[in-house]
Structures are given as C-alpha cells and as structure tokens.
T-cell receptor
Framework: EAGVAQSPRYKIIEKRQSVAFWCNPISGHATLYWYQQILGQGPKLLIQFQNNGVVDDSQLPKDRFSAERLKGVDSTLKIQPAKLEDSAVYLC????????????FGSGTRLTVV | AQKVTQAQTEISVVEKEDVTLDCVYETRDTTYYLFWYKQPPSGELVFLIRRNSFDEQNEISGRYSWNFQKSTSSFNFTITASQVVDSAVYFCAPFDQTGANNLFFGTGTRLTVIP
C-alpha cells in the first residue's frame, strides 16, 4: 500500500512569511496527525483529526497555525506569520480507528525560517 | 501524569557490538501500549514494535529484541551484532489512551555504529 505522502520535502522562508504543508494519508485511515519535531527533540503533536473533525488541537499555536481536513482525506497545515522558532520538521501521520495499533508517518517537511 | 524517559542521549558502538537502548515509562494506568520507532537520517519514523502492558514476554525479531518489565516500567531495546545501517535516532513512544488518546514521544537516543 502507498505510504503517507507529504509535500514539499523542504521549504525555506523568511520570518513573517506564510507557508503551507500538504499531507495525503494512507487510504482508508480515518485519523490524521500533524507533529512538529524541533532539532534534537522528539516529535510533538500539534493537531489530531478524525475524519474531517478536530479531536485534539490543544498544543497548536492557534494565533499563527491553522490546519484543515475538509473532505476527511488529505490535510493542509499553515503557518502565518512564521517565526524563527517554527524551524522544524513537520511530520504527518495517519492511523486506522484502532489508534493503539500505531501510526504510519510520512517523510516530513523540513522548514527553515530565516 | 505520564512521563517517558530515554536517559541515553547518544550512544556510539563499534560494528558487531551489541547495544541496549533504555526506556522508562511512568504512569498510573494499568493498561497501556508502548512503541519503538526508528528515525534514520532520511527523517521518516519507522515502526519497530508495539507491546501492551499485559504482555511481559520478551520478543525477538532478527537482530532486534525487546525486554518489557512492568514492575520497573522499563521497555528496553537491544540490537545484537550492530550494523552501520542501524545508525539512527530511536524513540520510545507510549500510547496515552486515558488522557489525550494519542502517541507521544520520548527525547530519543541517537545511535551511531562505527564501521
């Protein structure tokens, strides 16, 4: 089966600019996650969707970050305006409804804010 | 509150040596799941193993083995006869199913296998 697809692979922007990341999960996976991984740290959950509804966005900085999954399939994560501390790898993952069976991760988007 | 600790930040071994990566998960839950993921330089997180809290049998998969001891909250991962391709960051990740109901990660252990 095809894995979790993410694009772009790399992105460099200046601070205060906006950026968007795209994720296409494994077909049939109801749950989609966005994680932020800062260099040298473990991934941290930003937002979790089940179908097209938000389950958990408690750690999403909502003043600058937004995410949507309009048709319950692919998802977009946006940052506007970006700050230097947003430099990180943004990982998308998906799982079936049986979430404790584990997640499948994409290759991530490496964002550098200069 | 749940807490996962990977005390080893970086480990270096010479090829063919055995290496054990430690993970301690502190929780009041009696039922939980623990995962190990590998993150090679390419950046993708690769699933290695899933274990539930009721299963304390050791598991072996090729050169990989896992030892889960509920009494000490430890879920350690051993690589036997390490190879250069094992060089990666390894994450222990509990699944929190009573609170946030999602996977959360330790800080990771960077393993370097020297040829």
């Amino acid at each position: 089966e095809a894995g979790v697809a993410q694009s772009p692979r790399y992105k460099i922007i200046e601070k205060r600019q906006s950026v968007a990341f795209w994720c296409n999960p494994i077909s049939g996976h109801a749950t989609l996650y966005w994680y932020q991984q800062i260099l040298g740290q473990g991934p941290k959950l930003l937002i979790q969707f089940q179908n097209n509804g938000v389950v958990d966005d408690s750690q999403l900085p909502k003043d600058r970050f937004s995410a949507e999954r309009l048709k319950g399939v692919d998802s977009t994560l946006k940052i506007q305006p970006a700050k230097l501390e947003d430099s990180a790898v943004y990982l998308c993952a998906s799982s079936s409804l049986q979430k404790n069976y584990g997640y499948t991760f994409g290759s991530g988007t490496r964002l550098t804010v200069v | 509150a749940q807490k996962v600790t990977q005390a080893q930040t970086e480990i270096s071994v010479v090829e063919k040596e055995d290496v054990t990566l430690d993970c301690v998960y502190e929780t009041r839950d009696t039922t939980y799941y623990l995962f190990w993921y590998k993150q090679p330089p390419s950046g993708e997180l690769v699933f290695l193993i899933r274990r539930n809290s009721f299963d304390e049998q050791n598991e072996i998969s090729g050169r990989y083995s896992w030892n889960f001891q509920k009494s000490t909250s430890s879920f350690n991962f051993t690589i036997t006869a390490s190879q250069v391709v094992d060089s990666a960051v390894y994450f222990c990740a509990p699944f929190d199913q009573t609170g946030a109901n999602n996977l959360f990660f330790g800080t990771g252990t960077r393993l370097t296998v020297i040829p």
